[in-house]
C-alpha cells in the first residue's frame, strides 16, 4: 500500500504540475482528492492492514493529502498570475497610437434657429413661456374669438381627441397668449415655442406637425407701428440687414388689423422659382394688434390697454435661414443633409 501512494503522489504531483487551465486542475483535484478518487479509494483499505502498519499508511496518506493539496493551491496561483498577464498584454493600450476622434453630435438646424430667436427675443425684453400641446377648443379657439363656424374649427382642419371636439392637439401656439394673460396679467412681453398639429398635405413648404413661435405685447400706448419695428428688426436679424419684407392686410379672429409678413424669396431673390411657388415672396408669419374682445375675455381694458401678437413657423424661419428649398429635409434626418450644420 505505500508503494501505491508513493505512485499516486508521483503521478498526480507531474500531473498536477503539467496542467495550464485552471479547469484541468479542477478535474485533477477531483481524479485524486475528490470522493471517488483514487487516494480516498487507498484509503478505504486501510480496514485490512494490521494494528502496526496502520499508523505508519494513515501517515503516508495525510503525507500525500496534504503534499497534493499544496501542488494544486500552488498551481493555481501559477494559473491565475499567468491569465492575467495574458490578460493585460491582450488588452495593452499602444499610447503611441494616433487617437481616434470621437464623432460629436451638433444641434439640428431648426433648434439653432430657435436658439437666435430666443436670443434676440429675451434682449429685446421678452420671457419665455411654454403651454401644453394638447389642449382644450376654448382655449384654441373660443377665448381667441373663433367662432363655432370659423373653418380652422373643422374635423378636415384640425386633429380632435374627443367626439364632442373639446380636447384637441393644439394647431396654433396662441393659447398661451390667452393663459399669459390670464395668468399673469399686464404689462406683459413674452414668446412662446412649440409643436402645433394642422391637417395640412406635406409639400416643400407645409406639414402636418411642424413649430411655430407666438409673440405677444399688451401695454399702454402700443400701436401698429411697434408691431412693425419689432418683427423688421428681428426677421434682419435672422436673414440679415438687407432682408426685403412685405405686410399685406389681411384676417385673423384674434387680431384687428391683421396683416401676413412675407419675405423676398431667399432661393430666387423675388424673381420666381418652386420655392415660392412662382410668386417672389415666402410667407413668413401672421400677425396684428390684439383683438379687443380678446383683451376683455381676459379680464385687461381694452380702452387703457392694446397689444400686438404674431405667429411664426420655425421651419420656415430655418428654411430661410440656411437657404434650404424645401422643409422636407428638415424632418427627414438624412445624415448627408444635417452634416452640413
Request: aromatic residues 8%; negative net charge; charged residues 25%.
Amino acid at each position: 500500500m505505500k508503494e501505491q501512494l508513493e505512485s499516486i503522489r508521483k503521478g498526480a504531483l507531474e500531473a498536477i504540475g503539467a496542467v495550464q487551465e485552471t479547469s484541468g486542475l479542477e478535474a485533477l483535484r477531483v481524479k485524486y482528492l475528490g470522493k471517488k478518487g483514487e487516494l480516498t479509494a487507498v484509503l478505504k483499505q486501510m480496514g485490512g492492514l494490521s494494528a502496526e502498519l496502520r499508523p505508519v499508511v494513515g501517515q503516508l496518506a495525510n503525507e500525500v493529502r496534504a503534499s497534493l493539496e499544496k501542488a494544486i493551491e500552488t498551481q493555481s496561483a501559477i494559473l491565475s498570475q499567468k491569465a492575467l498577464e495574458d490578460r493585460l498584454e491582450a488588452e495593452a493600450v499602444d499610447v503611441t497610437i494616433p487617437g481616434k476622434k470621437p464623432l460629436a453630435g451638433h444641434k439640428h438646424p431648426m433648434y439653432s434657429v430657435l436658439d437666435e430667436m430666443k436670443e434676440i427675443f429675451l434682449n429685446m425684453g421678452f420671457e419665455i413661456m411654454d403651454g401644453p400641446e394638447i389642449e382644450q377648443a376654448d382655449y384654441n379657439f373660443t377665448k381667441l374669438n373663433a367662432p363655432e363656424n370659423h373653418p380652422s374649427r373643422d374635423w378636415t382642419d384640425t386633429f380632435y381627441l374627443k367626439e364632442d371636439s373639446s380636447v384637441l392637439l393644439r394647431s396654433q401656439t396662441s393659447p398661451m397668449q390667452i393663459r399669459a394673460m390670464e395668468g399673469f396679467g399686464v404689462p406683459i412681453r413674452m414668446i412662446s415655442a412649440g409643436r402645433v398639429y394642422r391637417k395640412d398635405e406635406v409639400d416643400a413648404t407645409h406639414s402636418p406637425m411642424f413649430h411655430q413661435i407666438e409673440g405677444l405685447v399688451v401695454d399702454k400706448g402700443v400701436t401698429m407701428a411697434d408691431l412693425k419695428g419689432t418683427l423688421n428688426a428681428v426677421i434682419r436679424e435672422i436673414y440679415g440687414p438687407e432682408t426685403v419684407t412685405r405686410f399685406r392686410p389681411h384676417h385673423f379672429p384674434f387680431t384687428e388689423p391683421s396683416c401676413e409678413v412675407d419675405i423676398q424669396c431667399y432661393k430666387c431673390g423675388g424673381q420666381g422659382c418652386p420655392t415660392c411657388k412662382g410668386e417672389g415672396w415666402i410667407e413668413l408669419l401672421g400677425a396684428g394688434m390684439v383683438h379687443p374682445k380678446v383683451l376683455r375675455g381676459c379680464g385687461i381694458d381694452p380702452e387703457e390697454y392694446s397689444g400686438f401678437a404674431f405667429g411664426m413657423g420655425l421651419e420656415r424661419l430655418a428654411l430661410g435661414r440656411y437657404k434650404i428649398s424645401d422643409m422636407r429635409l428638415i424632418f427627414e434626418n438624412d445624415i448627408r443633409f444635417l452634416e452640413q450644420f
